[in-house]
C-alpha cells in the first residue's frame, strides 16, 4: 500500500526566505504526483503536476522536483512572502487505479 | 467559471439523520470524487465515479452511498449518521476517467454529527 509522508509537519519562517518542503512515498510505481495548497477553512488548489516522466515543473516562484527512483519529492519554493502561509500538500496517483494517495500536509507559516 | 461546487457549507446532524452533499461541475469532467478530511488522518477517498453511471469505492466507503446519473452533479449521501462521520468533506474532479490531469476541489461541507 502506497504511504505518502510530508516532513516537517510544520514550518515557521521569516519572509524573504527560501524554502523546501519534502514529500516522501514508499512504491515509485506512480503516474504523477500533484503538490496543493490548501487555505484555512478552503478547499485545496493545485500548484504543480510532474508526471511521473518529468523531473521538474515550475510556476513563479515555485518549483517541483520528482525523484521517481528514490520515492521523494520537493517542492522548492523562493523569496517566501506571507501570502505563502497556508498548508501545503502533496499527493500520488499510483500506475493502477484512479485513485490518489495523501500526504499529511506541511503547515507553513511566512513571519513578516 | 464556477469550477466545482459544493453544498452546504455547513450542516449538523443528529445521529441517524440522513443527509445529502451536492457536488456539481461545469467543466464537463469525466472524473469525480469525495474525500474526507480527518486530523491526523489526512484526505481519504470515499467513492469516487469515472463518468455518468459508474461509480466505485474508495479507501472508506462504509457509512456513504453515491450515484452519477449526469456528468456534472456527484451527490454523497449519508444514509444513517453517525458521529464516526463527523469530518470535513471535499468533492473534486479531473478532466478524464483516467485521472491524467490536475485534480480541481471544491470549497469543502464541514459536516457535524450530534
Known amino acids: 500500500k502506497q504511504e505518502v509522508t510530508q516532513i516537517p509537519a510544520a514550518l515557521s519562517v521569516p519572509e524573504g526566505e527560501n524554502l523546501v518542503l519534502n514529500c516522501s512515498f514508499t512504491d515509485s510505481a506512480i503516474y504523477n504526483l500533484q503538490w496543493f495548497r490548501q487555505d484555512p477553512g478552503k478547499g485545496l488548489t493545485s500548484l504543480l503536476l510532474?508526471?511521473?516522466?518529468?523531473r521538474e515543473q515550475t510556476s513563479g516562484r515555485l518549483n517541483a522536483s520528482l525523484d521517481k527512483s528514490s520515492g521523494r519529492s520537493t517542492l522548492y519554493i523562493a523569496a517566501s512572502q506571507p501570502g505563502d502561509s497556508a498548508t501545503y500538500l502533496c499527493?500520488?496517483?499510483?500506475?493502477?487505479?484512479?485513485?490518489?494517495?495523501f500526504g499529511g500536509g506541511t503547515r507553513l507559516m511566512v513571519k513578516p | 467559471n464556477a469550477g466545482v461546487t459544493q453544498t452546504p457549507k455547513f450542516q449538523v446532524l443528529k445521529t441517524g439523520q440522513s443527509m445529502t452533499l451536492q457536488c456539481a461541475q461545469d467543466m464537463n469532467h469525466e472524473y469525480m470524487s469525495w474525500y474526507r478530511q480527518d486530523p491526523g488522518m489526512g484526505l481519504r477517498l470515499i467513492h469516487y465515479?469515472?463518468?455518468?453511471?459508474?461509480?466505485d469505492q474508495g479507501e472508506v466507503p462504509n457509512g456513504y452511498n453515491v450515484s452519477r446519473s449526469t456528468t456534472e452533479d456527484f451527490p454523497l449521501r449519508l444514509l444513517s449518521a453517525a458521529p464516526s462521520q463527523t469530518s470535513v468533506y471535499f468533492c473534486a474532479s479531473n478532466r478524464d476517467r483516467g485521472y491524467t490531469g490536475e485534480l480541481f476541489f471544491g470549497e469543502g461541507s464541514r459536516l457535524t454529527v450530534l
Open positions: 510532474i508526471q511521473s516522466s518529468q
Open positions: 499527493a500520488v496517483k499510483h500506475n493502477a487505479g484512479n485513485m490518489l494517495t
Open positions: 465515479s469515472v463518468g455518468a453511471g459508474i461509480t
